[in-house]
């Protein structure tokens, strides 16, 4: 909404600085996005968050002049001179602006026009560029005559983008006055939120602007004439109530159409509307001052439709498959709801967004049918955006408009066209208003106010506040009761009621004004979030193994996750969510896998990485059974590595490749730490990981994930440029499920009081038998005695055979309450080599 | 058969020889050379010692005492010399053992959070000071969560103000699935939640909803279209706006400093009322104006009591309880925090970013 500030102050006195009005306007919910000055000094960088444009006009240099004759150019058919007089001298002003050719050669005009004369040196915005760039007037030749002064376009004033005439202005105005104490003015641009719809017009900010400098606000009145339900010109039939509350009707004969006067120009085009003629101007003025939407029917048009009887009004929603043309001369097919206004033969337009061609008023019009009505919003809202017409009166009736002011805006707009194009007005108005909206009445006590804001207010301050914003207040004793003036609908009844009237009092009152506490409010009860801290608690382990957290979009296509598994290899079955309306196709679908997103995110990286250790916690979307529809949202753990197993420096590093067993290393850590019970491995068959060196992740019997080396399969649809070849690792887990595992307390062992005996074991046996089952063994005879067991060494070849593997074993006895003598340790590795030989046909290595 | 005298002087030109062959020891080899000549067995000590047994009664203690007094004034002078030689070893090796100090250090690969968890912690860990306890809630929810129950009507234009993202979930008529616009779907699952535990007489409610929003928005360095927000919910029978306030400023005050200020501006929520939007005095230039704020105030978030009708959809009666609700971008704080020029840099999860945390 663009308020020329000399527009504003037709209804109340505005004394502070136009940025100092910007800054209480925006705090007090309506923002001020941005100040346009037009020739008054532009308000400090700084003093406001608002955008500022425009610029000051020199006092001297730019001043109202008269044009006394329009005479050719010697030597150019395109151009013409001007004998002005600027007040105090007379000049010869050349200029190219086609809306003078017609005083061209006519000799001295009997109505001097006047214009917006620059003088050399002043500063304007160059006509000739796109966008606003300010230049200064500078003496010049053009065609052999000399120049230094100029007549203005509107453009060149940074009034409009108008640039192809020169400006006229009034035609009382004395030439030598400075032009910016006759068009001097400020346009704030406001950024309406959707309560603020009342706010849409001069009038309603006005009416704020009182209010928050508590001074009075000047409202418009107009004597009424007398309003009848139909007339021998006009009735009216609501089918819907519902969809139209209210529907105003007013006739005017005889108008003369022509342009608007050049003040109602000018304030159009501040205020961001075209002029076109003086009957839609008048509409489109009353429209911006009172909030009220008009339109303006051909009633000739009309009064032929109807045979020459008397013009029926009906209104109703569509029905399937009608269609009308509207006067952009689009025919448009209307959906069932579209709110129609009709007449006996047919459709006349969309209420409260676009006319129909037909019955649009065109130069020849001579008595005009003036609508105003009020729509129910939620209608009229969807259709401007299926037939996407957003236009001035959607942009209002989608944000609803009161049914009082239809009976103003008509009154208005008759006054406006009897002014400016001469009609005369019917006295009677034809008004149907079948629902009658009821001024809301809330109550509101000192208490209320001390309840929601924390702040303490007397009655009558309160009654005060709100009658600033000419709601009618009462006051007895600490309460006040209070009804809704008849310009607003966003105050509600009962307990909601109240809540509006606190915003109302706190807003008017001032938000800086209420103070800061603590809340006082016992505490409630500290349960914390033990899904959130074990998630945590994962994530410093995974960082503390070296790994970087990643955050991913949740987007991905099938195609782009299908790359985790290989060309050949069964897809991902699993129905996607898909987004409806995406961003592109891209961003379309809901991801499967955070591995998917891990390999993304490494291909991109690959190019500068030498080192990737990545992790990801987040969640992957799957349909669900669940009758509410809403899709499972499982939280997943990935892991990937990828690249040398340290960094390089200058020193030697191990700069050789990650493989599977940095991965079990970093998934063994992480669930040794999260004191996950029996933990085991198992191969795996997945088709995103190589066949020989895929684990199944288990806890018990429970699968907690699938880790291993990425199939070369689906490494090679992965673009890794042409330096990284490593091999790529990760590791998929149920983060859900291995939460849920995490034990509530663990037990700490004490460090061991008396010494242990450690001993190497070196066995040699099978290829095909799983080294854990050699540990399980080792375990399980060496029972208690046996604190630890570790794999220091394992070793192919040589002597020890084909098909056979050596491994070595670090074995600690320990007993907690003696030292093991010699002979106690010698029994339990014997009864353990004797086993391993019975079970496994393992041999001790000499 | 010895002379006593010849012995009393072999041992006095034997000290004047070790005296000054003590001055020579300079290495391992000439300490060496010094304890063969004057302390082994074939040494003139050795010798004198060996001659006691053959002298006169008389004599004998004299030499024996003087044997003695030269073997511990031998020992003392290889001693010595022996330290010193040590001595100067070590300066020797620390001297040429000396490091260029300024090559880098061996490499440490350390693993990292992303920088939205690190704030996302920070701020939570802010919270949770002040009893406010996390409540997480889901992605993908009903439009009767998202909108309905948060006060938006179907059709309402208040929808206008978050674009949103629609589910291709057929037949659901006024509830479609939608990527939630903002956390505050969590508000009513968190006062249901919170609610149900006693439903006549329900606790009061003090939770933060952290999460990932959806905007249909495109994309540039300021707005993005997926963007984590951090959402605070009290309710009670004595919760206010002013607390409301307070409440922000002391965040402000724990990630921007003791003198940082807020300002609330009042504006519009469909789901509370009264409604503002938040500001922090911008700590670069403390409000008088600069590149990073504008006009001097930081645009955190929104905020506001919480419209009765979302209390009673939450299960809390609007005569008895109020509450409080903000809600804000958790990457907008990380932005000003750690100068971020890019809102794009934080899910495009580039390393060469990531690692500067
Ligand atoms: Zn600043």
Redesign the pocket.
């Known amino acids: 909404m663009k308020a020329p500030l000399s527009w504003l102050e037709d209804f109340v006195e505005i004394d502070l600085p136009v940025a100092r009005l910007a800054h209480l306007l925006t705090m007090a919910g309506m923002e001020v996005e941005e100040i346009r000055v037009i020739g008054l000094p532009l308000p400090e960088p700084g003093s406001t968050t608002a955008q500022l444009s425009g610029f000051e006009w020199d006092r001297e240099k730019l001043v109202v002049a008269e044009v006394t004759e329009v005479m050719p150019h010697p030597n150019a058919d395109r151009l013409v001179l001007c004998k002005l007089n600027d007040g105090k001298q007379e000049h010869i002003v050349l200029t190219g602006a086609p809306n003078l050719f017609e005083y061209k050669g006519i000799g001295t005009l009997a109505q001097p026009l006047k214009v917006a004369y620059a003088k050399e040196g002043a500063q304007l915005y160059d006509g000739h560029q796109d966008g606003l760039v300010l230049t200064t007037l500078k003496r010049t030749k053009i065609r052999g005559v000399e120049s230094y002064s100029m007549i203005c376009s509107e453009k060149e004033l940074g009034i409009s983008d108008e640039h192809e005439g020169i400006m006229f202005l009034d035609p009382a105005l004395v030439p030598g006055t400075p032009l910016v104490d006759v068009l001097g003015d400020a346009v704030i641009d406001v950024n309406l939120l959707p309560s603020f719809a009342r706010c849409a017009s001069i009038l309603g900010l006005a009416r704020e602007v009182a209010a928050i400098t508590g001074k009075p606000l000047n409202a418009p009145r107009f004597s009424p004439p007398p309003a009848t339900s139909d007339s021998a010109w006009a009735s009216l039939e609501i089918t819907d109530p519902s969809l139209n509350p209210r529907f105003v009707l007013g006739l005017i004969r005889d108008v003369k159409i022509q342009p608007s006067p050049e003040r109602v120009q000018h304030r159009l085009k501040l205020a961001g509307m075209r002029p076109i003629n003086n009957i839609v101007d008048a509409t489109n003025y009353a429209m911006l001052e009172l909030g009220e939407p008009l339109h303006a029917f051909d009633y000739d048009v009309l009064h032929k439709r109807a045979n020459g009887n008397a013009v029926k009004i009906i209104t109703r929603a569509a029905r399937q498959g009608e269609t009308l043309t509207t006067l952009d001369n689009v025919e448009r097919k209307l959906d069932e709801g579209t709110i129609l206004v009709c007449d006996e033969a047919g459709i006349l337009s969309l209420a409260g967004v676009m006319g129909g061609l037909e019955s649009e008023v065109t130069a020849t019009t001579r008595n005009i049918l003036l609508e105003g009505a009020s729509w129910n919003m939620i209608h009229v809202r969807r259709t401007a955006k299926a037939q996407n017409l957003p236009s001035e009166a959607s942009y209002r009736f989608t944000r609803g408009v009161h049914p009082s002011m239809a009976e103003n805006g008509v009154r208005r707009g008759l006054q406006l066209m009897s002014e400016w194009a001469q009609g005369k007005p019917d006295p009677l108005l034809v008004d149907a208003y079948p629902k009658p909206f009821t001024a809301p009445e809330v109550e509101i006590t000192t208490q209320d106010v001390k309840r929601w804001l924390g702040l303490e207010l007397s009655a009558v301050r309160i009654a005060e506040l709100l009658a600033r914003l000419e709601f009618k207040v009462e006051v007895s004793g600490d309460s006040v009761r209070a009804t809704c003036p008849d310009h607003r609908m966003d105050i509600g009844e009962g307990i909601t009621g109240k809540a509006d009237l606190i915003e109302e009092v706190a807003r008017i009152h001032g938000y800086d004004n209420i103070p800061e506490t603590r809340i006082k409010d016992a505490l409630p009860l500290q349960l914390g979030n033990p899904t959130l801290r074990r998630t945590d608690h994962v994530r410093d382990l995974l960082t503390a193994l070296g790994l970087q957290e990643i955050i991913s979009y949740r987007w991905t296509t099938p195609e782009k996750e299908g790359r985790r598994l290989p060309k050949d290899a069964a897809t991902d079955d699993k129905p996607y969510m898909r987004i409806a309306n995406p961003l592109a196709y891209e961003k379309a679908f809901l991801r499967h896998s955070v591995v998917a997103s891990l390999l993304d995110t490494a291909e991109r990286n690959a190019r500068h990485a030498v080192k990737m250790a990545l992790f990801e916690i987040g969640p992957v979307f799957l349909q669900s059974e669940d009758p509410s529809g809403l899709p499972d949202e499982l939280t997943s753990l990935g892991v990937l590595l990828a690249g040398q197993r340290s960094p390089s420096g200058w020193q030697k590093a191990d700069t050789a490749a990650m493989d599977y067993y940095d991965l079990k290393g970093v998934v063994e850590d992480l669930l040794e730490s999260l004191h996950i019970a029996d933990v085991n491995f198992k191969p795996g068959d997945h088709p995103s990981y190589h066949p020989g060196k895929c684990a199944l992740i288990l806890a018990g019997e429970q699968q907690l994930g699938v880790m291993g080396e990425i199939h070369p399969a689906v490494r090679e649809r992965y673009d890794w440029g042409d330096t990284f070849k490593a091999p790529i690792l990760a590791a998929d887990i149920n983060l859900d499920l291995l939460l849920s595992l995490i034990p509530e307390l663990s037990r700490t062992k004490d460090i061991p009081a008396f010494p242990a005996v450690v001993e190497d074991l070196a066995i040699v046996l099978d290829e095909t038998i799983p080294a854990v089952d050699a540990e399980k063994l080792i375990r399980q005879v060496g029972g208690k005695l046996l604190a630890d067991l570790q794999l220091f060494d394992l070793f192919r070849g040589g002597q020890i055979g084909e098909g056979k593997k050596s491994l070595a074993y670090r074995l600690t006895y320990q007993a907690p309450d003696r030292t093991l003598t010699d002979s106690e340790v010698a029994q339990v590795r014997n009864r353990i080599s004797k086993r391993l030989d019975q079970e496994l046909g393992a041999k001790l290595r000499s | 058969m010895a002379d006593y005298e010849e012995i009393i002087n072999k041992l006095k030109t034997d000290r004047e020889n070790a005296a000054r062959d003590a001055a020579l020891i300079v290495d391992e080899s000439s300490a060496a050379k010094f304890k063969t000549t004057y302390l082994s067995p074939s040494s003139v000590l050795a010798e004198s010692t060996q001659a006691i047994k053959s002298l006169d009664g008389q004599f004998k203690p004299l030499v024996g005492q003087a044997s003695n007094e030269h073997k511990q004034y031998l020992t003392r002078l290889y001693d010595q010399a022996i330290a010193s030689l040590k001595e100067k070893q070590l300066k020797a090796s620390l001297s040429s053992e000396k490091l260029d100090i300024t090559l880098p250090g061996r490499p440490v690969h350390r693993g990292r959070l992303h920088p939205d968890t690190q704030i996302l912690r920070e701020l939570l860990a802010i919270f949770s000071d002040m009893g406010f306890q996390v409540f997480q809630s889901r992605e993908v929810e009903t439009d009767e969560y998202n909108f309905q129950l948060l006060n938006f009507p179907v059709g309402h234009p208040a929808r206008d103000m978050q674009d949103t993202y629609f589910m291709d979930v057929p037949d659901r008529g006024d509830n479609p699935l939608v990527l939630r616009t903002h956390t505050s779907p969590g508000q009513i699952r968190a006062m249901r939640e919170i609610a149900a535990l006693n439903p006549s007489d329900p606790p009061p409610v003090r939770v933060i909803v952290p999460g990932m929003v959806y905007r249909y928005e495109q994309v540039d360095v300021r707005h993005e279209t997926q963007f984590d927000q951090l959402e605070g919910l009290a309710v009670g029978e004595g919760i206010t706006f002013s607390d409301l306030k307070g409440t922000l400023t002391d965040m402000a005050r724990r990630l921007f400093g003791p003198d940082a200020r807020t300002r609330f501006r009042a504006s519009y929520f469909p789901f509370t009322e009264p409604s503002a939007e938040f500001d922090i005095q911008?700590?670069?230039?403390?409000?008088?104006?600069?590149?990073?704020?504008?006009?001097?105030?930081?645009e955190i978030g929104g905020s506001g009591m919480v419209h009765p009708n979302v209390l009673r959809n939450g299960g809390y009666d609007p005569a008895r309880f109020t509450g409080f609700a903000f809600g804000f971008g958790v990457q907008r704080i990380a932005m000003l925090r750690y100068g971020i020029n890019d809102i794009r840099y934080f899910w495009d999860n580039d390393l060469r970013f990531l690692e500067q945390f």
């Open positions: 911008c700590f670069q230039c403390k409000g008088a104006g600069c590149g990073v704020c504008g006009g001097g105030w930081l």
